[in-house]
């Protein structure tokens, strides 16, 4: 924790919304450090292959933040010529991240409420739709999703959360932009909405399954990707993992 600057204290991890969320369910007596310390092995993970863009939801933007200022303080301690004197390249040690966070769809909520995140740790598995879900599945859990009783469909109104949720996940599904998702729907009541909304979902959702069989049915072609993968990134891992090793003055094992 020596690596964050004096304008970024402890407590400023206290305030990362999955610490505060998950505290508050848990309650404060319950709550281990590995919560709070959570946000910096994000950040490792992210620093450690050298990433250029991180695509994260709205709820993650902080930890991101985080791990950019994690990488601009080691840059700025160990980098540069204080590297170059060392032996080492010179310049900065880890990369910058920068988020990628989509116009639409940055933060899908839940199918049972509009007001929490759609999460697969949720506890009840009709709150969110799965990638593997049947048709079946998919038409029974947006049949009794939340809705409301106003008249009309529409983005952007704070008293319907769960229409706005719904439109956006329409909207993501298709492709089509806001514009022209809230013209369509506009006069549509929940029933006719619901049902070209689970139409979108099962075409959307089909390729992705389809492959995903295809890819499952040949483990060989599957073991053969991940191998290849944990050679990618063992080398960039290594890499790293020696030029921090260097700039700090350790010896290399």
């Not at 399954?209 to 080398?235: C, F, H, M, N, W």
């Amino acid at each position: 924790m020596w690596l964050l600057s004096s304008a970024t204290p402890l407590g400023w991890l206290n305030r990362m919304i999955q610490f505060k969320e998950k505290s508050r369910k848990a309650g404060d007596e319950n709550v281990g450090v590995a919560l709070l310390t959570y946000p910096v092995l994000m950040g490792s993970d992210i620093l450690l292959y050298q990433s250029d863009l991180v695509p994260v939801g709205e709820d993650q933007k902080q930890h991101l933040e985080l791990t950019r200022e994690l990488a601009e303080r080691v840059n700025y301690i160990y980098g540069g010529r204080k590297w170059k004197k060392l032996g080492g390249r010179g310049g900065s040690i880890f990369k910058v991240p920068e988020a990628l966070i989509p116009p639409a769809g940055a933060r899908v909520m839940s199918l049972t409420d509009g007001l929490s995140k759609m999460s697969k740790s949720a506890p009840s598995d009709q709150s969110r739709i799965n990638l593997l879900d049947p048709k079946d599945v998919i038409a029974n859990k947006i049949k009794r999703c939340k809705t409301d009783s106003f008249p009309g469909l529409e983005f952007d109104n704070p008293e319907r959360p769960e229409c706005n949720n719904l439109l956006s996940v329409y909207q993501l599904v298709t492709g089509k932009t806001k514009e022209e998702v809230a013209l369509e729907c506009q006069n549509m009541n929940w029933g006719s909405f619901k049902q070209i909304l689970t139409d979108a979902l099962i075409d959307h959702l089909q390729p992705i399954q389809v492959r995903y069989q295809e890819i499952t049915s040949d483990p060989g072609y599957l073991d053969s990707v991940l191998s290849e993968g944990a050679r990618k990134a063992s080398e960039i891992a290594d890499t790293t993992l020696n030029n921090v090793y260097q700039a700090m003055g350790f010896l290399k094992r």
